[in-house]
């Protein structure tokens, strides 16, 4: 399990199923807010969910930016997809 802590130690962000197959969980506090990208930089999802299904996209590596919508704090994980 890939964690993240914040400067203040205040909120914390766990990503897991990483390597992921076909989707990935995000845990966190309170609501959030999902950007994925490929390894060029280019958005290929947005939502505000969870449980992320990546099952669609090729086996490479990915960033994923969580943003906290109530500390409006974000966090970049690297996923890889087998």
Do not use: C
Not at 4 to 27: C, E, S, T
């Amino acid at each position: 399990m890939l964690s993240v802590r914040d400067v203040f130690g205040v909120a914390q962000v766990f990503l897991y199923l990483n390597p992921a197959q076909d989707k990935f969980h995000i845990k966190a506090d309170g609501h959030i807010f999902v950007e994925v990208y490929d390894i060029s930089g280019n958005k290929l999802k947005t939502n505000k969910n969870k449980e992320q299904n990546i099952s669609a996209f090729g086996s490479v590596i990915y960033f994923v930016r969580v943003s906290q919508l109530e500390t409006a704090q974000s966090q970049l994980f690297k996923v890889v997809k087998k």
